[in-house]
């Protein structure tokens, strides 16, 4: 079982150099990047003040440097964000083409998250790996739990402070995860990231990533544990059933 190829151009590559890089971004992301053990690239999380995921890097370990793999589209955006935190820190931020090298550690990555399913399509390999990927029209809407980013080794909870931690260390400690991602089916074309899924008239959730699958759709989707009882329809009346992830959700 071998996942596919990633796209080199689904993905940029943000660049923190210098001596303070690695503790720079340490401050930064949910991920453990002064602790990275035998993993040369892990996923993690970005976040805003409120604890929302702006993106939801693969960062990449490697001698004096620290990559952050993000949808292109999110790129320039980023920088610019985390310029704002570098105040005297020696760290230069910039973006650059992922390397080969790069792009093939994250598909041996995902390929090692699949639990033995073959897809076509890069983003399919995704969806039923249950890994997320936030895009522009969802940046900044969920925080990292939502994303079961705590079920696949994107949070640590033993690093020291970073941006939004407070949120994260309250939903974990005191169990108020209301929402999780969970993969859906549908018949047509996958629907957009921020789709909104409802029942009965009522929102439950959004599409946080999809992909054709023959004339299939399979999406994976933040949804209320609460919603009520019912089947999730897009808006344009699709049913949407529920799929398998190769981990359990609580």
Request: proline share 10%; aromatic share 4%.
């Amino acid at each position: 079982m071998t996942a596919p190829p990633c796209p080199p151009d689904r993905y940029v590559a943000l660049v923190a150099d210098g001596r303070d890089a690695a503790t720079f971004l340490q401050g930064q992301v949910t991920q453990d990047v002064l602790q990275p053990g035998a993993r040369p690239l892990a996923l993690g999380a970005l976040l805003t003040p409120q604890g929302r995921a702006l993106a939801t890097p693969w960062i990449g370990f490697d001698a004096g440097r620290r990559t952050l793999l993000v949808p292109a589209e999110l790129g320039p955006g980023l920088v610019e964000h985390l310029r704002r935190f570098v105040l005297r820190a020696k760290v230069t931020l910039s973006l650059e083409a992922p390397t080969p090298a790069l792009l093939v550690m994250l598909q041996a990555t995902v390929e090692a998250h699949l639990g033995g399913d073959s897809p076509a399509t890069w983003p399919l390999a995704l969806i039923r790996a249950g890994l997320p990927e936030v895009t522009q029209a969802t940046s900044a809407e969920w925080i990292p739990q939502m994303l079961n980013l705590d079920l696949v080794d994107g949070i640590s909870f033993r690093k020291g402070c970073y941006t939004g931690q407070e949120i994260v260390a309250r939903t974990q400690h005191l169990g108020r995860i209301k929402r999780r991602m969970r993969r859906l089916l549908a018949e047509g074309a996958p629907p957009a990231p921020g789709t909104v899924l409802a029942i009965d008239g009522s929102k439950v959730g959004e599409v946080v990533l999809a992909a054709a699958d023959g004339a299939a759709a399979d999406m994976l989707a933040v949804i209320a544990l609460d919603a009520a009882p019912g089947t999730p329809l897009l808006p344009d009346g699709r049913t949407c059933r529920p799929a398998t992830l190769p981990y359990a959700i609580d």
